[in-house]
């Protein structure tokens, strides 16, 4: 699901219960940073593994927290398996290139 603001997504996240979460630190309404706080701080969504992609700094990404932290631009297979390793797929599930 995509939303347009971190207040509908820590109201997605609660009420869908995601597997993962992809977020940007710069949002309209919470921006990255307190919607993962918000999240984290919920016995609900507490777990759910974050993805932060952002063109902002990298120092300022360790202040998230989240699983994973990807700079803009991401390359797509880069992405892929970002997704991939937050879920803890097996590598033998990982696909070798992307689709087309």
């Known amino acids: 699901m995509i939303v347009s603001s971190g207040t ?5 996240a609660r009420r869908l219960l995601p597997d993962l979460v992809v977020t940007d630190v710069l949002m309209p309404g919470h921006g990255g940073l307190q ?7 919920m016995p609900e969504t507490s777990e759910i593994p974050a ?8 120092r300022i990404l360790d ?3 989240a699983a994973a932290y990807l700079v803009k631009p991401v390359e797509r297979q880069k992405f892929v398996e970002t997704v991939l390793n937050c879920l803890n ?12």
């Open 63 to 65: 202040l998230m927290p």
């Open 51 to 58: 993805i932060v992609v952002s063109g902002i700094s990298p």
């Open 89 to 100: 797929f097996p590598s033998a599930k990982k696909p070798d290139r992307l689709p087309h």
């Open 35 to 41: 919607t993962l706080f918000v999240l984290r701080n």
């Open 8 to 12: 509908a997504a820590i109201e997605e």
